[in-house]
């Protein structure tokens, strides 16, 4: 399977000019993630790439685009309440036509996996943040899509469990070879994780620079190689060179 390509993509909204020419790539199990200031239109890429909206212009390529390529998990769990743990993992297999019976039996081995098992009948607010977003995180990629799209999925956690969910991510990761990209406003988030980060401009977003991150993993839990050190700090200088302020 080959990655994704999107070139050359504009978008304005209600006049407002959100995304100038941006292009960018990610090869077939790679880890790619986008850096930029607040509404620069981070979260607008990833929602014209599930469709929910259309660019002006520009080429969104992927051999499954118009099937349904991609998974998307957004910045909240967005669990509903009212269904219990295993049916909202389920809920986009159901959405697809799959009856609930076989989505249920599909996604029995993964609540395993993803340290869930023992849960499957409890509703949401009886989970701690980290489950949930395990549940968040398996409902997303439980759909089998040859891309993930992660919009700020550990951004509501604190601190410590964020450490924790970063780690079992990377793992899960590293082991299913996912091809994943990650909205994240954190640097030091994306240098621990990725493979390759694009920094974004301020609205309307274009790319002003791509790092290639080489240290060895895992980068999670320990401190960061002097390389990825200094990656970290030339995105921190390129991000604050044109914030404006």
Avoid at 26 to 52: A, D, M, N, Q, Y
Avoid at 100 to 109: G, I, M, N, T, Y
Avoid at 119 to 137: K, V, Y
Wanted: aromatic content about 6%; charged content about 25%.
């Amino acid at each position: 399977m080959s990655g994704l390509r999107i070139e050359d993509l504009s978008l304005s909204l209600d006049g407002v000019p959100v995304l100038d020419r941006l292009s960018l790539s990610v090869r077939s199990g790679e880890f790619v993630s986008i850096l930029g200031p607040s509404g620069c239109g981070k979260s607008t890429l990833l929602r014209l790439l599930i469709g929910e909206i259309a660019p002006d212009r520009g080429l969104i390529e992927h051999p499954d685009a118009k099937s349904g390529a991609f998974a998307f998990m957004p910045q909240r769990d967005a669990l509903l309440p009212w269904r219990r743990i295993i049916d909202n993992v389920t809920l986009g297999l159901e959405i697809e036509g799959l009856p609930r019976r076989e989505a249920r039996a599909k996604a029995a081995p993964m609540m395993v996996e993803f340290g869930l098992e023992g849960f499957e009948r409890h509703l949401p607010a009886q989970l701690s943040g980290g489950m949930r977003q395990r549940a968040a995180l398996l409902r997303t990629v439980i759909q089998g899509r040859p891309v993930q799209l992660l919009d700020e999925p550990f951004g509501a956690l604190d601190a410590l469990t964020r450490s924790r969910i970063q780690l079992w991510f990377e793992q899960r990761w590293q082991a299913a070879g996912w091809t994943t990209l990650l909205v994240t406003h954190d640097v030091r988030e994306a240098v621990a994780l990725s493979d390759r980060i694009y920094v974004l401009s301020p609205r309307p977003a274009r790319v002003i620079a791509e790092f290639a991150v080489t240290a060895p993993r895992p980068r999670l839990g320990r401190p960061l190689p002097e390389a990825a050190q200094a990656i970290e700090q030339q995105i921190l200088d390129t991000i604050f060179a044109t914030s404006g302020d």
